[in-house]
């Protein structure tokens, strides 16, 4: 990839859109004659030819086992696979690559924590505390433990605007019992980010260790885990141009030792007898069983066109696609965008006061938009705003302005098949 | 584009963005013999059926209340409006009916006994078109069969 032909010439760090675009086969393809308008990335990104390659490369070319075979194929793998570990530590400044634990997804890694800081560090009487606008799966796993435990779960209200409660947060945090705070660094709803380095200067001043999704933030924005402070962070593959099927969760060193482990099996043991096991170091003493080799190959070079484009002049660009996105869709009658976060990242969502999202969606979809409607597992958010479901468009570096007009413009029409 | 939703016409047949926007059977009965919820958790579509039932044991009123899309709710009307009148087995076979054609399209039942109600029913079979919409059709019947066997809560899942 050129990096300089994808920059505009004296528009430092605004996307040559038209270039990247050309990077992600999929964005040629017709649906049902028209040209595909991709608005739903929040829910899965589409993949750029580097990522397709790789895998199939590395299928072709260099693929074995990992971390066992002692023949050439199952070295050259493990160092691609390992080497995928290294990235995602460079990706989000981890100070050691043994913090880096693969999983399948954000969920799996919401779920590891729950299983093994959860039930293995945090004990009864002491609280988790989440967010009104958490996706269900950083909500029902702390459930689980609540319910298994006796493990308090803390809710922190959202504001009409969208954004966190500080102060209610603050006063949850007051009586000193929540031992972890787990919230999104990124709603996938309201596109809100939550003030990260505000959370982790007071969850640390009562004692809380933090835990951020960061599934939605890390395709947006840089993420520094050693400049937030955080105790642990999660995010997933296929969000950020990968493939599925990987997932991340970056933990401090000595937390990751001091927790047991969360699947049993081969790959995360020393040595195993009848009576009893010992397990491998961090990170592998929680990655039991074969991992997703060619997914982290995939990861890999999702990471490595991610960087090359820049967070700068990603960013930039994305935060014109939503201010644009508000001005359009904000000045249709009859629309209603959801939360007006001061920070905010690539995801609006909105209802139409004449027809369900399902069938705003539907329409859409004959003007080749593809959307997301429903409640985006997020049903507490959306009782919050009393709302069973929304549309919700999503932006990614492949976005334009002119897909977001064809939106509005289309909107508009919807509206009038209502009537 | 106003051409390309034209085609949706097929999905979105007047009858349906009629009883969609104005629903006659939207309302809960004061007084009920048999009564059910239903939920698709996939999309958030909620509704509750109310079933009065006459001294022959037929259907003499239904009314629900509902949230979701315009299909589901002209589906729960129309529905509302066919079964009226009608005795729990043919409510059934009706049913079966509804749903084969919901998810086929086609309505080897058309010529029967159950002719004119599936007539009445048939600006629905467009959602066979659409996989992820049937459901949103089909719900409101799930909750009815639900309520006339003594459930209490159905899923179109």
Partial sequence: MNVEAKLSPGRPALLDVTCIREDFPILRQKIRGKPLVFLDSAASAQKPRAVIEAMREAMETQYANVHRGLHWMSERTTDAYEGAREAVAALINANDTHEVVFTRNVTESLNLMAHSYGRGILKPGQAVLVSGMEHHSNIVPWQLLRDERGIELRVVPVTDAGELDMGAFEALLADGKVGLVSMTHMSNVLGTYTPAERIVRMAHAYGAKVLFDGAQAVVHRRIDVQALDCDFYAFTGHKLYGPTGIGVLWGRRELLDAMPPFLGGGEMISSVTFERSTWAEVPHKFEAGTPPILEGIGLNSAIDYVQQIGYDAIAAHETALVDHALARLGAIEGVHILGQAQDRGGVVSFALDRAHAHDVATLLDRQGIAVRAGNHCAEPLMHRFGLDSTTRASFAIYTTHDEIDFLADSLVRVREFFK | ?157
């Avoid at chain 2, 106003?2 to 009629?18: A, G, K, N, P």
């Avoid at chain 2, 629900?64 to 899309?69: D, E, H, I, K, T």
């Avoid at chain 2, 009608?86 to 076979?93: C, F, L, M, P, W």
């Fill in chain 2, 1 to 157: 584009m106003s051409d390309s939703f034209d085609d949706l016409r097929d999905l979105y047949h007047e009858v349906i963005l009629d009883h969609g926007r104005r629903p006659r059977h939207a309302r809960r009965l004061e007084s009920f013999d048999a009564t059910a919820k239903g939920d698709n958790p996939m999309c958030g579509d909620r509704i509750e059926v109310w079933v009065k039932l006459g001294a022959d044991g037929a259907i003499a009123d239904t009314g629900f209340q509902a949230r979701g899309c315009a299909i589901s709710v002209a589906s729960a009307d129309l529905m509302a409006e066919t079964v009226i009148g009608r005795s729990k087995a043919d409510t059934h076979a009706l049913f079966e009916a509804f749903r084969e054609m919901a998810r086929t399209g086609k309505c080897p039942q058309c010529d029967g006994a159950l002719a004119d109600p599936l007539e009445r029913l048939e600006p629905l079979a467009g959602v066979h078109e659409y996989p992820s919409r049937v459901k949103c059709a089909t719900l409101a019947w799930h909750a009815l069969i639900a309520a006339l066997e003594g459930g209490k809560e159905a899923s179109s899942e």
